[in-house]
């Protein structure tokens, strides 16, 4: 039987700018990212404890840009 497709959802906080990532719960420990103005593009996957720290990390203002 095929896996459930993910449900993508943006933040709450979105304020439709069009700059905006879109997350999803992949299960078994896995949380994927993706651009919401390219939805075909692809997506980045991450542990959910990675993706969790670096989500800490931007609300404490800790994360660093390129």
């Known amino acids: 039987m095929p896996a459930e497709a993910p449900k993508w959802r943006k933040s ?3 304020i439709g700018n069009g700059q905006c990532v879109e997350v999803a719960n992949f299960g078994e420990g896995k949380t994927g990212i993706r651009d919401s103005n390219n939805v075909a593009g692809g997506h980045l996957a991450f542990s959910s404890e990675v993706f969790k720290a670096f989500v800490d990390k ?7 840009s390129a």
Do not use: E, Q, V
């Open 12 to 14: 709450s906080r979105s």
């Open 58 to 64: 931007i609300k404490n203002g800790n994360a660093k």
